[in-house]
């Protein structure tokens, strides 16, 4: 049987995302998010798509002759060209699209034939983010590919040692006196899991996989339920991540089941990390994106640090994005 002579640097940009999809705001305010997309395309047989909108006609409170299309195309080409020149693009294929309509229209159209897609989030108060609409939180709640959205100001050179969060959902446990063993539910973070492990190992950091757990009812007069409760937890994370510890065997995995909410535990941990990775269960057909009360959602208005949202398996049935609806609110 023959050997591969693959490198391990070779092996692991097999991992990287080929088509990577990136908006470009007309404000001038992506620099961030195209830099961030730009290394991730940097490799042998990268793309960089780069998108941008602009209003239509009716919508422009300017002389007609001044907002042609042409005109407005020519000048959105300039501009990207003029960011591009700026930025170490590397080894990756560019390409730009400019076309009127809505920026997140245009996105998701674009990442269709996408393997990652990558956005830009303005620097806001918390509280204007909780109440501004948001393309980023629109594109994220929506798409078809990963999404990662990248804050205005980061800087991915100041963080490039750190490590990759990702936010996992703990299977449920049994009441107390059943095998250790039993679970009520399986987790669904396969595709969550392997984004941020594939991405950890190929860039040689750590990754962190936090959950968040409470004490169910059944336990909550006994210590001792109460202490069976937090080993069980940390057992099934533990075995959680067994098959990632296999499949990447160089690959640093710690774990961290913390008491406190999903979106607490994520965006504390993320303080210390280069990017935090959360899953989405809702498919790219439901309108309204994220799920009210969605952990992604909350972790997107308040973490500070670039966030992948990872389309997620569904629990009923185990259908995946771009299948018929999810009926279930998601812890992450």
Request: glycine share 6%; proline share 5%.
């Given at each position: 049987?023959?050997?591969?002579?693959?490198?391990?640097?070779?092996?692991?940009?097999?991992?990287?995302?080929?088509?990577?999809v990136v908006g470009v705001d007309p404000d001038g305010r992506s620099t961030s998010a195209v830099s961030w997309a730009a290394r991730e395309a940097d490799h042998p047989g990268g793309s960089l798509t780069l998108v941008t909108a602009y209003p239509t006609l009716n919508t422009l409170s300017v002389r007609p002759e001044a907002a042609s299309p042409a005109r407005i195309e020519a000048q959105a080409?300039?501009?990207i060209e003029h960011l591009l020149r700026g930025l170490e693009i590397g080894r990756a294929e560019t390409k730009i699209v400019v076309d009127a309509g809505t920026a997140t229209q245009l996105l998701l159209d674009t990442a269709a034939t996408a393997d990652l897609l990558v956005i830009g989030r303005r620097a806001l108060s918390k509280a204007h983010r909780l109440t501004a609409t948001s393309t980023s939180v629109a594109v994220a709640g929506r798409s078809p590919v990963p999404t990662v959205v990248v804050p205005e100001h980061w800087v991915q050179l100041v963080k490039r040692t750190a490590p990759i969060v990702v936010g996992v959902e703990m299977p449920e446990l049994p009441p107390p006196g059943r095998p250790k063993g039993d679970t009520l539910s399986v987790?669904?973070?396969?595709?969550?899991?392997?984004?941020?492990?594939?991405?950890?190992?190929?860039?040689?950091v750590a990754l962190v996989v936090v959950s968040a757990w409470?004490?169910?009812?059944?336990?909550?007069?006994?210590?001792?339920?109460?202490?069976?409760?937090?080993t069980r937890y940390d057992e099934q994370l533990e075995a959680l991540?067994?098959?990632w510890r296999e499949r990447y065997p160089e690959l640093e995995i710690t774990v961290e089941a913390v008491a406190e909410t999903p979106t607490d535990a994520v965006v504390d941990a993320?303080?210390?990390?280069?990017?935090?990775?959360?899953?989405?269960h809702t498919?790219?057909?439901?309108?309204?994106?994220?799920?009210?009360?969605?952990?992604?959602?909350?972790?997107?208005?308040?973490?500070?640090?670039p966030i992948a949202v990872v389309p997620a398996l569904s629990r009923a049935g185990g259908r995946r994005h771009g299948h018929p609806e999810d009926v279930w609110t998601p812890t992450y």
């Open positions: 049987m023959s050997m591969s002579t693959r490198t391990p640097q070779e092996q692991r940009a097999e991992t990287a995302a080929s088509r990577v080409q300039r501009d987790g669904t973070d396969e595709a969550v899991l392997e984004f941020a492990a594939a991405r950890a190992d190929r860039l040689g409470d004490v169910p009812s059944l336990y909550a007069w006994s210590p001792d339920d109460i202490t069976e409760c937090r991540v067994t098959p993320s303080h210390v990390a280069q990017l935090a990775v959360v899953g989405r498919s790219p057909r439901h309108l309204g994106g994220f799920h009210v009360g969605s952990t992604a959602r909350a972790v997107l208005h308040h973490a500070e640090v």
